[in-house]
């Protein structure tokens, strides 16, 4: 393929030997009923000034958007063409920026799915930088669209009544494919997608057709079908590993992948004899061409909303194929991959080493553990301190400090009333109205946009500890690693998988008045300044994306913040997060203790899902020029 000014993708080449597939155009999608979503027609009443008026309008917008697709599953898939998979907003060159994605709001045909093969190579860093930060965002969206799509539709639940389980993936994807937002669908990329990372991890199926790393909502082998290609013959670019077929072997860097077809799929059992065709043809078409695929393992998982993950393993080769009889008595296609050597350790791998961390510590990695709960107990769940680099044991000589402490005089200001939810919280109580009518996490704690502030219930209110408005003050809910890092200083990483949107813990320190900084300084001592924090809040929920006229919040407002905090003595886990300008970490004011907006929490969410052993990352805005981080750090 000749590179061209329009392709998002300069370095991108057509994979060798492939010169037989010539790009053939893909059958014409027909559009969903169009989706109203100009909140300029809506019926609400409620005026600007009304602190009410942007949870209404937002609810309002996502009711009339999902009024028609309130159906079977499929109905909220724009289309139901196995052969329409997923996929990037292509740049116009007239309108748009150099290295600038801007998706239109308004209501269009979605672009088909290409059937030109093409291999990415040679991207540079900035351009690294460019797709990783695409596809963080294209994730952050969906994410953000997801939960929001839920908590809408819950209520409207009865709660009396039985109603299946909220399908917020197919909603936002169904919406983020009316906009024009799923990626990579000009090109159909052979390799590894540019911006998607060995060991990412992804909750649902629809998501990974949304960043085009596999096509297929359902079929475990995404290909280019027969159709599209001038000589008839299909060729697979990536398979999903879930070990949906009884005769699969999973020995990690060896898989041996039986084909698709023939099952029944109550009992996952062979009824029928496969055949060489559409995805086992695939298959053995690209061993013959020698095209990787991409492996995403697929497997159940406690800790995941949705109750199993989806974890991107990098490339494989197909070096052999045969007929075989399998378990069940009948004929099985099987297809022998193995991982391509140099790459990043599979994330599947890494999460099974989490889990044995978490409950066999010395028996795994035996050196290095300098402390096994640098809180001594103060967190619901422990700490690790773990330095197999140096002798440096710095951290546990600070004391650990779970909250942050305040000046007493904050206590006193601002009414000290509460909620009267004696059985819980629920919108329209006293507590949902100073947040604007309504709550700011979903039934599971996830936090469903960010916010200039959030108030959660406090020890005034009346509402049990199990009340869905008490989030942060609850603590910490995974498990933690301080580390020594070679690239940056110390770091944190989690032993569990961390959901986008969810509490991680708080930023804590001893607040200090601007006379007391000034002194602190003057002798040296470690100050944070949380104003100097980036506003990643304002991302998480932004969804401009997808409605024209979306507003970001400002209600509850927070005056600048002019506090220092001194966490020279006295700190806790966050202060050895490092910092990084696309961050998966970010700030959240929050009030739960007291009700002086000058003196907030300091929250930290998840800006994306984070796997476990990943390091965590915030924007601290000002960092020292040397070490990339806050000079506590070092």
């Known amino acids: 393929m000749s590179s061209n000014s329009t392709s998002p993708f300069p370095n991108a080449e057509s994979p060798t030997n492939l010169t037989l597939i ?42 009339t958007a999902f009024a028609h697709r309130d159906g079977d599953e499929d109905a909220a898939l724009p289309d139901s063409d196995p052969n329409s998979r ?221 109750g199993k993950v989806y974890v991107y393993d990098g490339l494989y080769r197909i070096v052999d194929t045969w007929f075989d009889v399998g378990k069940s008595g009948f004929g099985v296609f099987k297809f022998k991959l193995v991982r391509i050597e140099n790459q990043p350790e599979m994330g599947s791998a890494m999460m099974k080493f989490a889990e044995s961390l978490r409950t066999r510590a010395l028996e795994v990695r035996p050196k290095g553990y300098a402390s096994l709960d640098l809180s001594k107990k103060k967190e619901n769940l422990p700490v690790f301190f773990y330095n197999d680099i140096d002798g440096d044991h710095d951290p546990i000589y600070y004391e650990y400090l779970v909250t942050t402490v305040f000046p007493p005089y904050v206590y006193n200001s601002g009414t000290s009333s509460g909620c009267e939810c004696v059985d819980g919280c629920r919108d329209g109580c006293f507590c949902a109205m100073k947040n604007g009518g309504e709550f700011a996490y979903d039934s599971n704690g996830v936090l469903l946009r960010g916010k200039p502030l959030i108030f959660e219930c406090g020890p005034h209110c009346h509402c049990p500890p199990t009340c869905r408005n008490r989030v942060g003050q609850k603590g910490v809910r995974n498990r933690f690693e301080v580390f020594r890092s070679r690239e940056t200083g110390w770091g944190v990483r989690s032993l569990d998988l961390i959901q986008a949107g969810s509490f991680i813990c708080e930023y804590t320190g001893v607040v200090l008045t601007h006379e007391q900084a000034q002194i602190f300084t003057m002798n040296g001592d470690c100050l944070v300044y949380p104003r100097r924090f980036g506003d990643r809040w304002k991302e998480w929920g932004d969804l401009s994306q997808i409605f024209s006229d979306y507003v970001c919040p400002s209600y509850p407002s927070v005056p600048p913040l002019d506090f220092s905090m001194d966490v020279s003595r006295m700190r806790n886990v966050a202060c050895y997060m490092s910092h990084s300008s696309s961050p998966n970490v970010f700030v959240q004011h929050v009030l739960y203790d007291h009700n002086n907006v000058s003196f907030p929490h300091l929250m930290l969410f998840a800006m994306e899902n984070i796997p476990p052993m990943r390091e965590l990352s915030l924007d601290y805005g000002v960092t020292d020029e040397w070490m990339g981080k806050l000079a506590i750090c070092h």
């Not at 059958?27 to 009410?52: G, M, Q, R, W």
């Not at 197919?170 to 937002?181: F, I």
């Not at 290609?229 to 999903?240: F, K, Q």
Request: proline share 7%; net charge negative.
């Open 86 to 306: 997923a996929i990037v907003p292509v740049p116009n060159p007239e309108t748009q920026a150099p290295g600038v994605v801007v998706a239109p709001c308004s209501s269009r045909k979605y672009q088909t799915r290409s059937s030109e093969l093409v291999r990415v190579t040679g991207l540079k860093a900035d351009d690294q930088n460019y797709f990783r930060d695409l596809i963080r965002r294209t994730r952050m969206l969906f994410d953000s669209l997801r939960v929001f799509a839920v908590a809408e539709e819950e209520k409207q639940m009865d709660p009396m009544g039985h109603h299946r389980k909220p399908r917020g993936d197919l909603k936002a994807s169904a919406l983020m494919r009316h906009g024009g937002l799923w990626l990579n669908r000009d090109k159909r990329i052979v390799g590894d997608i540019p911006g998607i990372s060995v060991g990412d991890v992804f909750f649902y199926r629809m998501e990974l057709c949304v960043v085009g790393l596999h096509g297929q909502p359902q079929a475990g082998i995404d290909y280019v079908p027969a159709s599209q290609s001038s000589n008839g013959e299909p060729i697979a670019t990536s398979v999903i590993v879930s070990g949906g077929y009884e005769d699969d072997e999973d020995a990690g860097d060896v898989i041996v992948y039986t084909g698709h077809g023939g099952q029944d799929k109550n009992h996952n059992k062979q009824v029928v004899h496969q055949k060489l065709e559409c995805g086992n043809l695939a298959l053995e078409r690209s061993m013959n061409y020698g095209i990787e695929v991409r492996v995403i393992r697929g497997f159940k998982y406690g800790g995941s909303v949705s």
């Open 22 to 63: 010539t790009p053939k155009p893909e059958p014409i999608d027909e559009p969903p009923p169009p989706l109203h979503l100009s909140a300029a027609s809506l019926t609400h009443t409620t005026s600007d000034a009304d602190v009410f008026s942007e949870f209404n309008r937002i609810s309002e917008l996502f009711r």
